[in-house]
């Protein structure tokens, strides 16, 4: 009885050691089978995913790097476009401190110093009269020099072209003035010299919307003649050189008025012509 609850036993034994590792055996199969397909699929999709976030990584990089380059064109684009527009402006304001409009602003300020030195001293004392004339002279020889130098080395500033005309008429009525007030020149004189040049500043401004009028050699020739003329009166002359100073000052009187006349025609012309190419132009518009 003993052996055979002990082999039944030993069966039963056995067959409880053998189920467990079957079972087992036959559970493990499949994961022995699946595991390594598994795995093999996880690497791979982890490889993937690894790839596939470095490739974005690398194009928002890109696409950050990109964005930041563009931002910092543009940054740098709109500095340098500041900067160009600042320098540009810096330029402009500077040009108008140069030589021409130098010389301009030092006839202006001649003006003043002029009038003092004409009536120092009651106005008929020789030496103070010669002090005014070198003042007068100064302010006559920039008028020379500083329109050429403008032309000539592209110094023409809005500036200038307001000025340099105001200084000429300045200085030269002044001088007129002071002399008329002394008694050394007929008022009359004083009178047709200031309206002609005035007369003519005004008519410039009137025809200017059909053109400009230009400078006449004659105009230029009255300009010379009126001021060797005015600078021989502020000198205090006396004999021959006193007697030819009033044959200079006649010469420019002549000249003033013809000159006057001829800029009053060319502005007449100018008028007409400026009249009748808008009413063509009006007409090939409506046609």
Known sequence: MTGVPASAAGG???????????????????????NPGSAVERVAAERAATDQGTTEQGTT??????RGSAERGSTEGGAAGRGGKIAAAAVNQASVWNVANLLTMLRLLLVPAFVALMLGNG??????????????AIAMITDLFDGHLARTYNLVTDFGKIADP????????AALVCLSALGDLPWWVTAVILGRELGITVLRFVVIRYGVIPASR??????????IAVGMYVLAL??????????VMAAAVVLTVATGLDYVKQAIVLRRRGIAERRAALKETEA
């Open 12 to 34: 039963s034994s056995s067959a409880r050691r053998a189920g467990p590792r079957g079972t087992s055996g036959a559970a493990q199969e499949p994961v022995g089978r699946t």
């Open 123 to 136: 106005g008929y004392d020789p030496a103070w009269r010669s002090f005014a004339w070198a003042a007068f």
């Open 238 to 247: 006396t004999g021959p050189l006193a007697t030819l100073r009033f044959w």
């Open 218 to 227: 004659g105009g230029k020739l009255k300009t010379l003649t009126q001021g």
């Open 166 to 173: 105001i200084a000429d008429k300045a200085i030269m009525g």
């Open 61 to 66: 990089g890109r696409g950050s790097a990109e």
